[in-house]
Each structure stands twice: as C-alpha cells, then as structure tokens.
C-alpha cells in the first residue's frame, strides 16, 4: 500500500542543476528514514543520500558531499534531492527508497519500498 514517486529528473550540462522529488502515498507512517540510490549501466546500484524522517538527519556518499542536499517535508510526504555542480559521472537513474527499521544501514540497499527510477543524464 506504500508506493514512491519519483520526478524532476532530466537532461541538464555538467555543472548545471536538477532537483529531484520522491513523493511517498499509502499508509507510510512509522518510516524511519528515506534514501536515494543511483544506477548507471553496468554500475551495480549505488547509495547517494539518505536523510531520517523525524529528526532529518542527513548522509552522503562520499561522491556527492558538498554538491548534493537531501530534505524531507512532512505535509508533503516528499523528499528532495536537490543536485549541484552536475557531472557526466553522475548520470543515472535515480531511485527513491524508503526503509521503516531503524536497525538498517541507511548506506546498503535492504530498504522496505522503492521507487521506479528517474532518469539523470548530464551530458559534457
């Protein structure tokens, strides 16, 4: 009864701006935290950020720190990924993931719900 939405993705020039959005619907009310997570051809997917749902707690990949914001808004059921400073590498679809246990590891890939996938290209 939980489904997640992704949107906002698209093609933008390296150094360029996209923000993404992950809109959750159903009964999603004891969620612990909401992820990002990437995945280019031949890449296996990758953890990109992660952010606690009450306290909105963020984390980052190491790739991403500094050019990316992840935030959450509680009337909206949503979360952003808000990307700056666009490169080529970060070319990928992006998929929205939700994980209801707090005993994850918020950077590995055992979350509860997961998106379809936006697709990121950003071309040089």
């Known amino acids: 009864q939980v489904q997640l939405v992704e949107s906002g993705g698209g093609l933008v020039q390296a150094g360029g701006s996209l923000r993404l959005s992950c809109a959750a619907s159903g009964r999603f009310f004891s969620r612990y935290a909401m992820g990002w997570f990437r995945q280019a051809p031949g890449v296996e997917r990758e953890f990109v950020a992660a952010?606690?749902?009450?306290?909105?707690?963020?984390y980052y990949a190491d790739s991403v720190k500094g050019r990316f914001s992840i935030s959450r808004d509680y009337a909206k059921n949503t979360v952003y990924l808000q990307m700056n400073s666009l490169k080529p590498e970060d070319t990928a679809v992006y998929y929205c993931a939700g994980v209801l246990s707090s005993n994850r590891d918020l950077r590995g890939r055992e979350y509860d719900y997961w998106g379809q996938g936006t697709q990121v290209t950003v071309s040089s």
């Open positions: 952010i606690t749902w009450s306290t909105a707690t963020p």
